[in-house]
């Protein structure tokens, strides 16, 4: 049986936890506050589910997922998802996070932060762009008509076909951005983000209506409900 390890599991984790065991997964879940704060999540879940160390929950995992506040992304266990598919959940907020410079001049993204924190491992983009609470509500039937997608990039080919078919179990279509590089696409402010119910081609249209923020006129995206 497949493990998901999670790293984090707030609110978008908590969630993904959720559909993974709703599906037929293995999950250990962690966060920062050590195991025992995971004892009512752990319960509601049943016996699929169990509550371990950052590190623990890594070398477990088969699929990891990171979901903590990017300032915290450095501490992401290396050794342990060595070879590893990690989805990347996390957004930059500067009010949260700071500022962190190579995000602010736009040199680099997210998730590449991450994949170069664990050079080993195998990123991907995911999850970033919807809100928490629909995570478990919107996903439909593969076939269904006006189905939900949810946009991925990565690096790595079979890395994304893993997140695309996990995606697909969890009912939504998976519309591949690219490479890492083209995960600003869908972060905070683009026309994507947080946007609510998109299809395929809508949400095709919204990663093409992207701009770099520097290309930005004030006010020209924001956050959607």
Partial sequence: ????????????????????????????????????????????????????????????????????????YETVPVAELAGRVVIDTNNYYFERDGHIGELDDESTTVSELLQAHLPESKVVKAFNHIRFDQITTDGKPAGSTGRRALVIAGDDEGAKQTVSTLLDEFGFDALDAGPLAEGWRIQRDEPGYVAGYRTVDEMTSDLARAKRYRDMTPGEFGPHD
Avoid at 26 to 32: A, C, E, G, Q
Avoid at 45 to 65: H, K, P, Y
């Fill in 1 to 72: 049986m497949t493990t998901l390890g999670f790293i984090g599991s707030g609110r978008i984790g908590a969630q993904v936890a959720r559909l993974a065991v709703a599906n037929g997964y293995t999950v250990v879940l962690s966060n920062s506050r050590g195991p025992e704060t995971l004892t009512d999540l752990v319960a509601e879940l049943g016996s699929q589910a169990s509550a371990a160390t950052t590190e623990e929950a890594a070398a477990a995992a088969d699929i990891a997922v990171v979901s903590i506040p990017l300032k915290a």
